[in-house]
C-alpha cells in the first residue's frame, strides 16, 4: 500500500474518505472537549492528580504498577495519562493532530513526559511507527466504531501484545447501540453489523458532552461490529480470553431515558435503564492475554 511520511503522521494514499471526513470531526472535537465546561472529563479534577478512568474500567484493568501500556485511540489523552501515573511507561495513539498535542501538552504539564509517549496515527498504521511489545494495551469507550474493519483492528490491537501481556477492552454494548431514542422509545435502527463499505452517516453538529457549541464537520461515519467479531478477531490472533463481562451501566447518558446512578468505585454518575424498567446491557468489557511461551 503507497504511504507518504508527513511529519509525524503516516498517510495512507488510500485512506478512504469516511476516515478524513471522521478525523477533521474529531479533530473539532478536542478543543471543546479540553474546555470541558460541563466537566464531562473531568479535566480539572485529572490536573488536580484523579484517576478519570470510569470504575469499571480501573477495576478491571487492575493493578498498572510496573507496566509498559499502550493506548489506543487515546483521544486527548486523559485516560493515558491517568494510566501514565500508575504504570511504568504509557504509549497513547489517535488519528486526530489536535488531539495528540493536546496529549502532549498535557503530559508536559503535569510532568510526565518522560513516560508517556504519543503517536499521530491512523489506527491500522500504528504498527508501522510503534515497533515495540507491551505488558497491557488498551482501548475503551467509543473505539471501534470508528473502524471500518474489526479484523484489521483485531490484528493490529493483538499485534502489540507481548507474550505473557493482556488486552483491555471496554465500550458500548452493539445491542444497546443498535437502538434509538427519539421520543423516548427505544426503537432498534441501525444494523448490528455495519459493512464495511456502507457506514451509518451521522450529522450532528454538536459533540456529546452536553455542551452548545457547534461544529463545523458535523458530518460522521460510523460501523457497529457484533461482540463475537471483537471477541474472535483478537482469539484468531492467538490472544486468550480472561472474562467476557456485560453491564447493566454505561459511563455517559446512551438513552435521554436512561437514570443516573452513582459509580461505587468513583462516587461518579454513571447510568442504566429506570429502576422498574426491564434492564439490558448496556456496555461490554474484555480481557485477553497472549500465552506466556507463545511465538509473535
Ligand atoms: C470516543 S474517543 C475515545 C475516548 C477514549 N476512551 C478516551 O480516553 O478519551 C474516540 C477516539 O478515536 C479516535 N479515532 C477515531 N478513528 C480513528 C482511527 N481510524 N484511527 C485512530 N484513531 C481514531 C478519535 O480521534 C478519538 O480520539
Request: proline share 6%.
Amino acid at each position: 500500500m503507497p504511504r507518504t511520511y508527513s511529519g509525524d503522521l503516516v498517510i495512507d494514499r488510500l485512506e478512504p474518505d469516511y476516515i478524513r471526513v471522521n478525523r477533521a470531526n474529531w479533530d473539532e472535537r478536542v478543543e471543546i472537549h479540553l474546555r470541558d465546561e460541563m466537566g464531562f472529563y473531568g479535566v480539572e479534577a485529572f490536573l488536580d492528580g484523579e484517576d478519570v478512568r470510569p470504575g469499571v474500567e480501573k477495576e478491571e484493568m487492575g493493578d498498572l504498577a510496573g507496566l509498559d501500556v499502550l493506548h489506543l485511540q487515546c483521544h486527548f489523552g486523559l485516560d493515558t495519562l491517568s494510566v501514565a501515573r500508575q504504570a511504568r511507561s504509557v504509549v497513547g495513539v489517535d488519528f486526530s493532530p489536535k488531539a495528540i498535542t493536546a496529549a502532549r501538552d498535557l503530559a508536559k504539564r503535569i510532568g510526565l513526559s518522560d513516560r508517556a509517549e504519543f503517536f499521530l496515527a491512523e489506527l491500522c498504521t500504528a504498527p508501522t511507527l510503534i515497533n515495540r511489545k507491551f505488558d497491557l494495551v488498551f482501548s475503551t469507550w467509543g473505539a471501534t466504531i470508528w473502524l471500518p474493519d474489526i479484523w484489521a483492528w483485531g490484528e493490529v490491537f493483538s499485534g502489540f501484545v507481548k507474550p505473557g501481556g493482556r488486552a483491555y477492552f471496554a465500550d458500548a454494548h452493539p445491542s444497546a447501540s443498535i437502538l434509538d431514542d427519539t421520543d423516548d422509545l427505544l426503537m432498534p435502527k441501525y444494523s448490528w453489523r455495519t459493512p464495511a463499505d456502507c457506514p451509518d452517516r451521522f450529522e450532528e453538529d454538536t459533540t456529546y458532552t452536553g455542551v452548545d457549541a457547534r461544529i463545523e464537520n458535523y458530518r460522521t461515519f460510523e460501523w457497529l461490529h457484533p461482540i463475537s467479531d471483537h471477541l474472535n478477531s483478537l482469539l484468531r490472533c492467538g490472544l486468550q480470553l480472561e472474562f467476557l463481562h456485560e453491564h447493566e451501566t454505561i459511563p455517559w447518558k446512551m438513552f435521554q431515558s436512561l437514570e443516573e446512578i452513582v459509580d461505587p468505585v468513583t462516587g461518579k454518575a454513571h447510568y442504566r435503564m429506570p429502576k422498574g424498567r426491564v434492564q439490558m446491557p448496556l456496555a461490554f468489557s474484555m480481557m485477553l492475554y497472549r500465552p506466556k511461551e507463545s511465538q509473535l
